[in-house]
């Protein structure tokens, strides 16, 4: 069946960076539409990034731009976040995600193009 595992999630003070990484198996990988969400509590799960099948395109949301970078390794089945600068209002639970899907119109912002999702890791960011 299909896994999605992240990792890399923890504590890090504001200004600081984390590396989180989502190891896929049991699909074929480049059919895949690659996300990173978040959900903090008492909020809605919200995109922050995406990327195409290729690599060749990215999504961000506009309040990471420039701090935020995702990246696949094809090979690896591997999806990685890479957040620099975090900020107090970045803490919530991660969660990697795929869709089955090749165009990478802007409906890849939205939580229900996505068929698979991990199980979260934890990002919190002391101030």
């Known amino acids: 069946q299909v896994q999605l595992v992240e990792s890399g999630g923890g504590l890090v003070q504001a200004g600081g960076s984390l590396r989180l990484s989502c190891a896929a198996s049991g699909l074929t990988f480049t059919h895949y539409t690659m996300g990173w969400f978040r959900e903090a509590p008492g909020r809605e799960r919200e995109v922050v990034a995406a990327?195409?099948?290729?690599?060749?395109?990215?999504y961000y949301r506009d309040s990471v731009k420039g701090r935020f970078t995702i990246s696949r390794d094809n090979a690896k089945n591997t999806v990685v976040l890479q957040m620099n600068n975090l900020k107090p209002e970045d803490p919530a639970v991660y969660y990697c995600a795929a869709a089955r899907r090749y165009d990478f119109g802007s409906s890849i912002s939205l939580r229900d193009e996505y068929d698979y999702w991990g199980q979260g890791t934890q990002v919190t960011v002391s101030s």
């Open positions: 990327i195409s099948w290729s690599g060749s395109r990215t």
